[in-house]
């Protein structure tokens, strides 16, 4: 009891410490990345090819295409996710039939590389008279794409929700849809939110592909813009740096979701 | 089952009756042939070795198992076992009848983590009862506060200690309002020191004339609040009669051997209703 007294100065010392501690090694990170990404920008700088006046005549255009790449990604992500609940609801269906088409169509997708499945929406699907502008078929292809990918974790997340929790709802005489509804999919969205954030983030690099079939988004202004005036260096590196930009800026948000759901299971 | 006449009488008419209940896991023959016979009213209590069958029966009981061969007729409702059929769709109806007049309880609670314990309580009121919100709400606080935990409405499960999670399992099985409720275990999963808040509760059902079927281990607590206490060995009832009896002068050598031993082996468990 008596030596608790003594000591508990020393542990507030301690812990002071150990916070400027953290606080050192965190600024001493972020310095590396300030000392290396500057020392790389002037050294192309400093070779010449960089274009000051071309990146202000069309940097604003090509960064336009961020809120066409942003539109591409968010209405995709939302497609997949109802997508991938379904696929995985019948990737766990006792029924054959509905069991058969979901894995079908995982297998599908994920056995075929994605800018085939960007081509055949926009290109072949005008064969049968199907004929859709270049932005719908884009988020067909990437919500189609993304949404078999995702069942699987949806699979995974539902099959993490313990057993228990379904046996005490069926106790409870809920029916089966409601159980899966109302207690194991809540459930199931709080296991794989971190995936889901990952899918999101790879989402929005993969939408780039969708530059081949014309949609304006970042990627393709840049190319458009860069082949025409021969200036690619320039319009490639600023469609870089938005998507690296963006990138980190959802990462930073999906690690504050994750943080909060991780305070208690709620 | 037997019953004495004089408990016939304090009792009210059939809610649960087994009949035949075989069980076989593979070819693990789990359950060999058991009738049941629970009245209004009556507190039984289940005991017996780990393996001999308790659980399984219970879970038969209200279907969380298929049982191999064998009828259970739960207020009425009746439904024979039909492991080939077992999940064809009228069937499943039929089932969610049985568990609706049969609460069950968990050895590990199965609250719902991600609801408020209010919310935990008034779901399936709501959802399957289909009984008005206010209406869900006034029942879940009475329950609530019949648990004693009327305080932790608002809590999420992460919040509460075992022995808290398990009273308000309790209330939750008390607001669909069941014939009979059915504890696999309840006290099982529990720290010792908590062991004692439960079996308080499930006393006091078991005194107000709640219906109720109880997996145990707790000897004592059986003692006090049991009608009748059936043995179960290797998946068949041995011995079955008031606790007095069964737990006082057990006629059946085995029932004697497994007192002996569990008493030996769990002196302290002699003790778990006084200490509190």
Not at chain 2, 169 to 189: N, W
């Amino acid at each position: 009891m008596t030596s608790a007294v003594p000591a508990a100065p020393i542990l507030a010392e301690i812990e002071a410490h150990q916070r400027r501690a953290r606080q050192r090694f965190r600024a001493q990170s972020a310095s590396v990345w300030v000392v290396l990404v500057g020392g790389l920008g002037i050294a192309l700088w400093a070779t010449g090819n960089i274009n000051g006046d071309f990146i202000g005549k069309w940097g604003p255009f090509i960064i336009g295409g961020t809120w066409i790449t942003i539109l591409l990604s968010v209405t995709s992500i939302l497609f997949a996710t109802a997508l991938a609940i379904v696929g995985a609801i019948g990737r766990l269906s006792e029924n054959a039939f509905i069991n058969g088409a979901a894995s079908l169509y995982v297998s599908l997708v994920r056995g075929t590389p994605l800018l085939v499945q960007i081509y055949f929406v926009f290109f072949a699907l005008p064969q049968f008279g199907i004929v859709l502008p270049s932005i719908p078929a884009g988020i067909i292809a990437l919500s189609f794409n993304y949404g078999a990918y995702m069942t699987e974790i949806f699979r995974a997340g539902i099959q993490a929700v313990p057993r228990g929790q379904r046996e005490a709802a069926e106790s409870l005489g809920m029916p089966e849809r409601l159980v899966m509804r109302r207690i194991v999919l809540p459930q199931a969205f709080r296991i794989i939110i971190p995936a889901i954030g990952n899918d999101f983030v790879a989402m929005i690099k993969d939408s780039a592909l969708v530059s081949t079939i014309a949609v304006q988004e970042l990627l393709w202004r840049a190319k458009t813009v860069g082949t025409q005036a021969f200036r690619t260096l320039e319009t490639l590196l600023i469609a870089a740096v938005v998507y690296w930009l963006l990138t980190i800026v959802f990462s930073y948000f999906q690690e504050k979701l994750e943080r909060r759901m991780a305070q208690g299971d709620r | 089952m037997i019953t004495e006449p004089t408990l016939a009488q304090h009792l009210g008419e059939v809610i649960v009756d087994a009949r035949g209940i075989e069980k076989y896991f593979g070819a693990n023959h789990v359950l060999r042939g058991i009738d049941l016979e629970v009245r209004r009213r009556q507190a039984v209590m289940l005991i017996g070795r780990s393996g001999s069958g308790k659980t399984t029966l219970l879970r038969c009981l209200n279907f969380l198992e298929e049982p191999t061969v064998g009828s259970v007729e739960i207020d009425g409702v009746r439904i024979e076992a039909d492991p080939l059929r077992a999940n064809a769709r009228g069937r499943q109806e039929q089932i969610r009848q049985i568990r609706l007049r049969a609460g069950m309880l968990f050895q590990e609670f199965n609250l719902f983590p991600h609801m408020s314990v209010l919310a935990n309580l008034i779901e399936a009121p709501m959802r399957v009862r289909r009984i008005p919100h206010n209406e869900a709400v006034t029942a879940a606080e009475k329950y609530l506060d019949k648990v004693g935990l009327i305080e932790k409405r608002d809590e999420f499960p992460d919040r509460l200690s075992g022995g808290q999670k398990q009273r308000v399992a309790i209330a939750r099985a008390l607001c669909m309002e069941p014939k009979v409720l059915m504890f696999d275990e309840p006290t099982s999963a529990l720290d010792p020191e908590l062991v004692g808040e439960v079996l308080t509760v499930m006393e006091e059902l078991a005194h107000e004339g709640t219906t109720m079927i109880v997996v145990t281990h707790e000897m004592h607590f059986a003692r006090e609040a049991a009608d009748t206490v059936i043995y179960m060995d290797e998946g068949q009832i041995i011995e079955a009669g008031p606790p007095e009896q069964v737990l006082g002068e057990p006629a059946d050598e085995r029932t004697q051997h497994f007192l002996r031993r569990f008493l030996s082996s769990f002196p302290d468990r002699q003790g778990a209703i006084h200490d509190r």
